[in-house]
């Protein structure tokens, strides 16, 4: 990313109350054997190295897909954090 790193981009995602619940998967090309231990210690759920098998991507996708749903799908919590009845 020519502006900014990936792990700056994780990090802003983690510390935006509004987008801190959204799942990252960080999918890279880079050989550093440290890139997934800081990637995983900044919020990020899954670690993909390029490049990926393309069947695993679409699963990936389609799973990714599911917990939107389900997020979409649960009940509004209100400013106490408690769901709405």
Same mark, same amino acid.
């Given at each position: 990313?020519?502006? %900014?790193?990936?792990? $700056?981009?994780?990090k802003f995602?983690? !510390? %935006?109350?509004? =987008?801190?619940?959204l799942?990252?998967?960080?999918?890279? #090309? #880079?050989?550093?054997? @440290?890139?997934?231990? +800081?990637?995983?210690s =900044?919020?990020?759920?899954?670690?993909?190295?390029?490049?990926?098998?393309f069947? $695993?991507?679409? $699963?990936?996708?389609?799973?990714?897909? +599911?917990? =939107?749903? +389900?997020?979409? $799908?649960?009940? !509004? !919590?209100? #400013? %106490?954090?408690? !769901?709405? @009845?």
């Open positions: 990313m020519p502006l %900014t790193s990936g792990f $700056e981009v994780l995602v983690r !510390a %935006t109350p509004e =987008l801190k619940h799942p990252v998967v960080i999918f890279t #090309s #880079s050989l550093h054997p @440290d890139c997934e231990r +800081q990637s995983m =900044l919020g990020a759920n899954l670690f993909l190295m390029k490049p990926g098998v069947p $695993e991507v679409v $699963e990936l996708a389609r799973n990714l897909y +599911q917990l =939107l749903r +389900q997020w979409r $799908e649960k009940p !509004a !919590a209100d #400013s %106490t954090g408690c !769901a709405n @009845d």
